[in-house]
């Protein structure tokens, strides 16, 4: 998806907050995709297609976006919860819809627009709906930056007026399986909202503009080099990317370093002290995610096999790893054969120079851009 390199709906909270943070974000390499990602997008784009084709999610199975395929499991888990949240929106179906609408603010915020995920109306109210298909980070709504950006973005685009012209009210709504999150506010609020992104959008072009941290740091890519988080704020200050040399950034790289495992110790002891009964301002203990499993395997079967479902569909057989066969083979004083294993690395990690294992050589595309954005 094409996003924004001033402000966009998901970076709003980001630049109002700190509008210092445009310039530097945008002497970052880009961020290369992940499986989340690219999960998340290819649940946006099937459900975008159910709700203006009306085809159920089935229909979609096999759906692929880069690696990622849509299967029963994404069907069930994320895209039933997320349509039944519309049905408990629009229990009637009498709400105009639009899914995937591209908006912007015209000659107001030239280079500033965003795509919602789906805009609707009944009556005198406008509808701005978000889907949140991660499992990270719960989302509010009330106030929520992000819908508040969809809602004057819309209301500005022509493709989209419709949703907006003479409503008294406007609903925001996340809906992040399994919960739903809805909060009515009103075209003023969007109206001072907007004023807010304008001025700090026209913050962010001087060279003065500030730097200002808090929970809106959380997703910025600038966070690595952002003096407010090395601390060096002085003398960063003065300091440009095109500055930032290979020794500095090995400084920082052994910070990090220092700051993982003082997180690391810090989230441990929490833990330990809430689950001692102590109390901690703002935090609380919640339980993990629960995973499904069958409480009895054999009555599964059973039932499974009485709806038709073949041997192949139910049982699952895979050979042992090798690290299991050759512990195996071991007790039967034998090893494994040359030829039946092959290791393949799943990919390239940071290591210091003394770590004994050998230096991967590549010049790929990453680095490529990486040492361009230094140079
Ligand atoms: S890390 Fe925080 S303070 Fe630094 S540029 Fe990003 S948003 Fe601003």
Redesign the pocket.
């Known amino acids: 998806m094409n996003h924004s390199t001033i402000v966009g709906g998901s970076t709003a909270k ?1 630049v109002i907050n ?1 509008p ?2 445009v310039a ?1 974000v945008a002497k970052m390499p880009p961020k290369p995709s992940s499986k989340y990602a690219d999960e998340g997008t290819l649940l946006h784009n099937v459900i975008a297609e159910i709700v203006m084709s009306g085809l159920p999610p089935e229909h979609y199975l096999g759906t692929k976006y880069e690696d990622q395929v849509l299967t029963q499991e994404l069907i069930d888990n994320k895209l039933k919860p997320a349509l039944a949240a519309l049905d408990e929106i629009d229990p009637k179906q009498e709400m105009e819809i639009e899914a995937e609408t591209s908006v912007n603010f015209g000659d107001l915020l030239p280079g500033v627009f965003g795509s919602t995920d789906l805009i609707g109306r009944i009556g005198n109210r406008a509808v701005v709906l978000d889907w949140k298909f991660g499992d990270g980070v719960a989302v509010e709504v009330e106030e929520n930056m992000q819908l508040m950006f969809y809602a004057a973005a819309a209301m500005r685009t022509d493709a989209a007026k419709w949703a907006f012209e003479g409503v008294t009210e406007i609903e925001m709504v996340i809906v992040q399986p399994p919960a739903v999150k809805r909060w009515v506010t009103t075209p003023k609020r969007i109206a001072e909202f907007e004023l807010q992104l304008v001025q700090a959008v026209k913050m962010s072009e001087k060279k003065t503009a500030p ?3 808090g929970d ?2 959380r997703w ?1 890519a ?2 690595p080099v ?1 003096p ?2 090395t601390g060096a704020v002085e003398r960063a200050l003065q300091t440009t990317i095109d500055n930032l040399d290979p020794p500095t950034i090995a400084t920082y790289l052994k910070n990090a370093d220092m700051l993982e495992q003082w997180i690391t110790d810090l989230r441990a002891l929490a833990l330990q002290l809430l689950e001692s009964g102590a109390k901690l301002p703002d935090y609380k203990l919640v339980a993990k995610r629960a995973i499904r499993s069958w409480t009895d395997e054999d009555k599964a079967k059973v039932a499974l096999f009485a709806f038709g479902l073949t041997e192949s569909e139910v049982l699952e057989t895979s050979v042992i790893s090798p690290a299991k066969a050759e512990k195996a083979l071991k007790k039967r004083k034998q090893a494994l054969p040359d030829g039946l294993v092959v290791a393949i690395s799943s990919g390239n990690t940071l290591a210091s120079a003394d770590d004994p294992r050998p230096e991967v050589m590549l010049l790929g595309k990453q680095l490529t851009v990486a040492l361009s954005k230094l140079q």
């Open positions: 980001r700190c210092g943070s530097l730097l200002r941290s809106h740091c910025c600038a966070k952002c407010q988080m």
